[in-house]
């Protein structure tokens, strides 16, 4: 029988992502997204695998309403995919790299960010990078194809049988975005842009139900490739000639984009004249949020 609520002890693991500082900030904001009375103390920098936590007491001590085994389920996954998980005997996964993270807050179509609802000017094109932006992964090295995506098409499996999603809040931004008269492209410079686009194919956006907002009405899922409106520019390069390349494709000027990314060295396009939000837990609303008060602070609007 699991753990029933009350207090547990736990690791929450610091390891770094190479070349990102502030990986130990993101791990941390998902636990607290997950547990909000989460309070970090030190810990050792090991990786443990959710199914051989150390017995409770000896960790950094947090109450939280959920069992300690769907905070396994749901936290661990995630704050353990920068590092390849080893497979067991049989070749499935030990874990699901791709589990969404929680966002801090919750949008639906029927409930907009003010932010979007407010009359004042909107970006008319909003950019998405894929890797840790869309997804927890880098498709170019945590995914192996082919792609199998399960009955829901909410996540999919790889040759390995690892499982991977966008994080939590995308499908929804994906599902409203376009109802706020806003159009939807890629920048990613990945170097798998195939299987980054059957990832995008076989990854599907539900619609809202009637408890989430929705208008009770029977409505199809649709594949998240169809939600992106503007061009896909999914190639290695610079994120200049993706930005240059969307221009010219769609004849919106760069002032009137805004791009989400979690690198900061792909501020050299707001060089252009976009805007650019750094994200540090992948695209959630508060991100847009952020994003577009940004976006209108840039052109003298405030709100």
């Known amino acids: 029988m699991p753990p029933q609520v009350g207090t547990y002890s736990f690791f929450a693991p610091h390891h770094g992502r190479p070349g990102r500082s502030d990986e ?54 995630t704050v353990l995919m920068p590092k390849k998980l080893s497979k067991n005997p049989q070749g499935g996964s030990t874990t699901n790299l791709g589990t969404p993270s929680t966002s801090t807050t919750n949008s639906t179509p029927l409930s907009l960010p003010r932010i979007l609802i ?72 990945t170097s798998a842009p195939d299987l980054a686009r059957d990832m995008l194919k076989l990854l599907h956006v539900p619609p809202p139900s009637a408890e989430e907002g929705g208008s009770g009405k029977k409505e199809k899922t649709k594949r998240a490739l169809e939600y992106f409106d503007a061009p896909l520019e999914i190639y290695p390069s610079s994120k200049i000639k993706h930005f240059e390349t969307i221009f010219k494709k769609t ?13 900061s060295r792909n501020r050299e396009t707001e060089s252009l004249g976009v805007t650019m939000q750094l994200v540090r837990d992948g695209v959630t609303w508060n991100e847009i949020e952020k994003g577009v008060a940004e976006w209108r602070k840039r052109r003298g609007h405030s709100g």
Not at 45 to 50: A, E, K, M, Q
Not at 58 to 68: G, Q, W
């Open 118 to 189: 407010d009359e004042l000017p909107l970006p008319k094109l909003i950019v998405f990078d894929l890797d840790y932006t869309l997804w927890p992964f880098w498709v170019d090295t945590h995914v192996s194809g082919p792609l199998k995506a399960n009955g829901t098409h909410s996540a999919v499996t790889d040759r390995h049988g690892e499982s991977f999603a966008f994080y939590q809040d995308v499908p929804r931004i994906l599902y409203t975005l376009p109802l706020a008269g806003i159009k939807i492209a890629v920048a990613s410079r």
């Open 24 to 77: 130990t900030y993101r791990e941390q904001s998902q636990a607290k997204a997950l547990c909000p009375s989460l309070h970090f103390e030190a810990c050792p920098p090991l990786l443990l695998n959710p199914q051989q936590l150390p017995t409770p007491s000896v960790l950094s001590l947090f109450e939280c309403s959920i069992s300690a085994t769907g905070f396994t389920n749901r936290f661990f996954p």
């Open 251 to 263: 004849g919106i000027p760069f002032t009137d984009m805004l791009f989400f990314d979690d690198e």
